[in-house]
C-alpha cells in the first residue's frame, strides 16, 4: 500500500557524490573520478536529486530505481523536458532488478530501515555485485540509541490509528491528532521524556506523505551503527565516515568536557558507538567503500571551492551538538581568499597557505575547519569546454522556467556538481540576465503586470530596485551557471 502513495519531492545535499569522495580521500580510501562516474540511486522517488545531479554533472551516468510507477513516470517526463540525457530511470521492486553496469556510487535514502528483510538482503546482492572495487555506497537509515527515547511515540500512533480506515491519509492525520491529545494531558511518559513535546510538535508540521512513508510502513527498524557495520562488513564493505563532514572528526564531533573518549577515535567502531551514545543520535548517513583503508593521500587531489554567496568568517562557529570552532582569521582568510577567485587543488591551496607564512600544520588544520563549516565544499576537477557551457546555460534555463512557478527550486550547479535552492525572485532576476540582457528591468516589470502584481506603470520602480539588488551577486551566479 504505502508504495504505490508517492513521496515528497525533495532535493537532498547530502547525496552529492563529491562529498562522499572527500570523506572517503579524508580517510585516506581509493576513490572514483571525480568526472567520469556510474552514479546509481535505490529507491529514487521522483528523482528530483537525481535530475539535479545528472544535470550537474553532464558527464557522469545516473540511474534511478523505484517501485511506484507515479515516481519513475514523473522523473523520466521531467528529465526529458529538461533535456537531461545522462540519466535514466527503471521501475522496478529492489528484488528484482536485473543486470547493473559497474557502479561508483551506490546511495540510497529512506529506503533500507523501512522495507522488509528480503529487501535489505536484495540490496546487500547489488551493492555486492555492482558496487566497483573503489567504489562508495551511501546508506541512511533510523539509528539507535536516539529512537529508543522516541520509538514508543510511533507504536502508540500506529496501533491507535492502523486500520480505522481503508485511507492512509486519514488514518496518519488521526495517528498524530491522538499524540497531540495525549501530548495535551501530560501522561507518565511525556513526563519522563520532555523532549517528547517537541518531537511530537515537530511531527504535526510534517507533510502527511513524508508522516505515512516515515512511520507506517510495517518494516520500519532503526539499526545501531555496530549491527549496521556488521552486516555491511558482511558483503565487504568497509565503514567510511558520516554526513555530515563535520561529524568526522571527534575533537569538534563531541561536545565539550567529552575530551576522554578522544583516545578510542583510531578505534572507529567503538568510537562511533560512544559518539552516537553522546550525541543521541536518531539518524545517521554512513559512507562505506568497497576498498579498504590504504593511508592514500587522494585528498591532496581534491579541488575545493566556495559554493556560496557570502562568506564571512565568524571568530567562533558552533555546529549543532558540537565543540565549538574557533577560527583564527590569520590562517583561515588567506585560504578563502585564494578560492573567491578560483577553485584549487588542496595541494595548491597548501602551497598559497604556505607563501602567506602559514605553517602546513595551522593551513591543514584551517582547510579542514572550513570544509567541517561548509565555508568551501569539494567540487568536479574539470573545465568544461565552451560547447558544455553553452548547452548547460540552455538546461539552466529550463530549470528556472521551472522555478517560475514554485516557491521553491533547485537548480544545477555545473561548477559545484550539486544544486542551489533558489526561489521565485531569484528565477525570474536570472531569467532577465540570461534571456533580456539589453533590457532585464522592463522585462521583469512585463512579467510582473502579466503575472497581475500592477499595471507596469507601478511596478517598474519595483523591478528596477529588485534588479539592482540582485547585480551585487553576479559574480556568485557567473561562477555557478555561468550567467
Given at each position: 500500500m504505502l508504495e504505490t502513495i508517492p513521496y515528497t519531492d525533495t532535493f537532498f545535499t547530502e547525496l552529492n557524490p563529491h562529498i562522499l569522495r572527500c570523506i572517503a580521500a579524508m580517510r585516506g580510501f581509493d576513490i572514483p573520478d571525480s568526472t567520469s562516474f556510474t552514479y546509481c540511486e535505490l529507491g529514487c522517488g521522483t528523482g528530483h536529486s537525481l535530475i539535479v545531479y545528472a544535470a550537474a554533472n553532464p558527464h557522469a551516468s545516473f540511474i534511478g530505481i523505484d517501485f511506484n510507477h507515479e515516481h519513475i513516470e514523473h522523473a523520466q517526463k521531467r528529465a526529458a523536458s529538461l533535456g537531461i540525457l545522462n540519466c535514466q530511470f527503471i521501475q522496478s521492486d529492489i528484488t528484482k532488478v536485473e543486470q547493473l553496469p559497474l557502479c561508483d556510487y551506490i546511495v540510497m535514502h529512506g529506503l533500507y530501515a523501512w522495507v522488509h528483510h528480503s529487501v535489505r538482503n536484495a540490496i546487500h546482492g547489488i551493492i555486492k555485485k555492482s558496487l566497483s572495487n573503489n567504489g562508495l555506497a551511501l546508506i541512511s537509515y533510523n539509528a539507535y540509541p536516539g529512537w529508543h527515547v522516541y520509538e514508543p511515540l510511533r507504536m502508540m500512533m500506529r496501533e491507535y490509528s492502523m486500520g480505522l480506515s481503508d485511507d492512509p491519509f486519514y488514518n496518519a492525520e488521526q495517528g498524530i491528532g491522538f499524540l497531540q491529545w495525549m501530548l495535551e494531558r501530560n501522561p507518565a511518559y511525556i513526563r519522563a521524556v520532555p523532549s517528547a513535546a517537541s518531537f511530537i510538535e515537530e511531527l504535526s508540521r510534517h507533510d502527511i506523505k513524508y508522516i505515512i512513508h516515515e512511520y507506517y510502513a510495517d518494516h520500519w527498524t532503526p539499526f545501531s551503527f555496530s549491527e549496521m557495520e556488521q552486516t555491511m562488513s558482511e558483503i565487504g564493505l568497509t565503514f567510511v565516515g558520516q554526513i555530515p563532514l563535520y561529524l568526522n572528526n571527534g575533537a569538534i564531533c563531541l561536545p565539550e568536557g567529552f575530551d576522554d573518549i578522544l583516545s578510542l577515535e583510531e578505534d572507529v567502531s567503538r568510537f562511533e558507538t560512544f559518539k552516537d551514545l553522546i550525541r543521541n543520535t536518531m539518524f545517521r548517513w554512513d559512507v562505506y567503500a568497497k576498498n579498504i583503508h590504504q593511508d592514500l593521500q587522494g585528498f591532496q587531489d581534491l579541488h575545493l571551492g566556495i559554493v556560496q554567496i557570502e562568506t564571512h568568517l565568524e571568530d567562533r562557529i558552533a555546529l549543532p551538538g558540537c565543540s565549538p570552532i574557533d577560527l583564527d582569521l590569520a590562517y583561515h582568510e588567506p585560504i578563502l581568499q585564494a578560492l573567491r577567485d578560483q577553485h584549487m587543488h588542496v595541494k595548491s591551496i597548501l602551497a598559497h597557505a604556505s607563501e602567506k607564512d602559514i605553517s602546513l600544520d595551522h593551513a591543514r588544520s584551517a582547510l579542514l575547519n572550513l570544509l567541517f563549516t561548509e565555508q568551501i565544499k569539494?567540487?568536479?576537477?574539470?573545465?568544461?569546454?565552451?560547447?558544455?557551457?553553452?548547452?548547460?546555460?540552455?538546461?539552466?534555463?529550463?530549470?528556472?522556467?521551472?522555478?517560475?512557478?514554485?516557491?521553491?527550486?533547485?537548480?544545477?550547479?555545473?561548477?559545484?556538481?550539486?544544486?542551489?535552492?533558489?526561489?521565485?525572485?531569484?528565477?525570474?532576476?536570472?531569467?532577465?540576465?540570461?534571456?533580456?540582457?539589453?533590457?532585464?528591468?522592463?522585462?521583469?516589470?512585463?512579467?510582473?503586470?502579466?503575472?497581475?502584481y500592477g499595471d507596469y506603470a507601478n511596478v517598474i520602480d519595483r523591478a528596477h530596485n529588485a534588479y539592482h539588488q540582485f547585480i551585487h551577486t553576479l559574480p556568485f551566479w557567473k561562477r555557478m551557471i555561468f550567467v
Open positions: 569539494p567540487i568536479p576537477q574539470s573545465i568544461p569546454s565552451e560547447e558544455s557551457i553553452m548547452a548547460f546555460k540552455q538546461m539552466v534555463l529550463r530549470f528556472l522556467e521551472e522555478a517560475l512557478v514554485s516557491d521553491e527550486h533547485v537548480i544545477p550547479s555545473l561548477y559545484s556538481g550539486s544544486g542551489i535552492h533558489i526561489n521565485q525572485d531569484t528565477a525570474l532576476m536570472l531569467i532577465a540576465t540570461m534571456k533580456h540582457a539589453d533590457n532585464p528591468i522592463e522585462w521583469i516589470a512585463e512579467w510582473m503586470e502579466i503575472q497581475g
